[in-house]
Nanobody, 127 residues
Framework: AQQLVESGGGSVQAGGSLRLSCKVS????????IGWYRQGSGNECELVSA???????YYADSVKGRFTISQDKGKNTVYLQLNSLNPLDTALYHC?????????????????????WGRGSQVTVSS
């Protein structure tokens, strides 16, 4: 069965860093983009970053230069390094998979429109 399990969220002060992990099972990295969406106060989730099987990344303008996505195929895990965090980054971060994922910048936070969707990991940034 396809499953995405996030970990690594937490609470930090502005300027701090976190690393999110997404453990992938039942999906091939070579067949799907793996990415991260975040849910703020509404019911729509924004694509923050995604990576394809060949390692090419996508970043939303709001996180360019601060977040870095990477993958370890041997561990079936995708990582999102979050640096220089600010309170606007506070959200529930969901791991997701589909092909292609990079053009899908907004989705309902149920995740039902995508191939696979994780339950999320909370990131809270205080000022």
């Amino acid at each position: 069965a396809q499953q995405l399990v996030e970990s690594g969220g937490g609470s930090v002060q502005a300027g701090g860093s976190l690393r999110l992990s997404c453990k992938v099972s039942g999906l091939s990295f070579d067949d799907y983009d793996i990415g991260w969406y975040r849910q703020g106060s509404g019911n729509e989730c924004e694509l923050v970053s995604a990576i394809s099987g060949d390692g090419r990344p996508y970043y939303a303008d709001s996180v360019k230069g601060r977040f870095t996505i990477s993958q370890d195929k041997g561990k079936n895990t995708v990582y999102l390094q979050l640096n220089s965090l600010n309170p606007l980054d506070t959200a529930l971060y969901h791991c997701a998979a589909d092909w292609p994922l990079k053009p899908i910048h907004w989705v309902p936070c149920t995740g039902k429109t995508l191939k696979a969707w994780g339950r999320g990991s909370q990131v809270t940034v205080s000022s």
